[in-house]
């Protein structure tokens, strides 16, 4: 893999798991603090409409990067690829679908239902919001969990194929 890949895909793993561990660590920390709970729903979908499209953006970028170094490894290993590489590609893929299926229910799912709501083009009690902030927010630390086994799995590869 080239060095600008490289750099590109590490640049994925911190905007994706950055801006996870923000919205958990920073934004709902702080939204708790929001006495009224309309202003605390609002500012939370606020958020959300920026931080979605910035989080699926790191986690396709990963995505991307890492399969297109995965061509350059298919080349330098010719027929031994599968044999070396096989077994940590499947535990990848598998984490990568869940992160993929978590994070589009997470943003195309329930986010854009917050946004629907905070606009009031969906009609919900408090109750209702709050259940979907709730879902959110375990979805992100869901995704969190899952990035990060990833990146642990990720890290055996080089050994490997003997870097």
């Known amino acids: 893999m080239s060095d600008f890949l490289v750099w590109l895909h590490l640049m994925g793993i911190v905007i994706s798991l950055g801006a996870a561990l923000l919205l958990v660590i920073g934004v709902y920390p702080a939204a708790q603090k929001i006495e009224d709970p309309e202003a605390r729903f ?3 979908a ?4 920026y931080f979605h499209p910035l989080y699926l953006f790191g986690i396709c970028l990963v995505f991307m990067t890492g399969a ?17 590489v096989g077994n940590i590609l499947i535990k990848k893929f598998g984490l990568t679908m869940l992160i993929f299926l978590i994070a589009s229910m ?5 986010g854009l239902k917050i946004t629907r709501m905070a606009n009031g ?3 919900a009690d408090e109750a209702t919001k709050q259940r979907y902030i709730k879902k959110v927010h375990r979805a992100t630390i869901m995704n969190i969990i899952l990035i990060a086994i990833t990146i642990y799995v990720g890290l055996k590869l ?3 194929i003997g870097y």
């Open 42 to 44: 609002q500012m939370l």
């Open 46 to 49: 606020g958020v959300l409409k």
């Open 68 to 84: 297109f170094g995965l061509t350059d490894l298919k080349i330098d290993l010719g027929a031994g690829y599968y044999d070396a």
């Open 106 to 110: 997470q943003c195309f799912g329930q």
């Open 121 to 123: 083009v969906i009609e």
């Open 158 to 160: 080089p050994d490997a």
